[in-house]
């Protein structure tokens, strides 16, 4: 999972500026979770740990969602 238009307060990831695709879970090496309780853990934390800022710009977060998915076709 994948935030955008906040400034992460994580022990992993910390920044002081707007990021506009970032990992909700704070771990830029494993941004998965898995299943509803997975994505639900995940918005607890960011809620806690992520300063939501402005502006908010999607182009950053569509292109890693388009690598993902290209990762994703790749391996099958």
Known sequence: ???FGGKPRMPN?????VLHCFPMCGNPMQPEVFGLNGIMECYKYAI?????????????????????????????
């Open 1 to 3: 999972m994948f935030g």
């Open 13 to 17: 990831m910390t920044s002081n500026v």
């Open 48 to 76: 806690n740990n992520v300063i939501l800022s402005g502006p908010t710009l999607f182009g950053p977060l569509l292109k890693e969602a388009m690598k993902v998915a290209e990762a994703a076709k790749q391996a099958y």
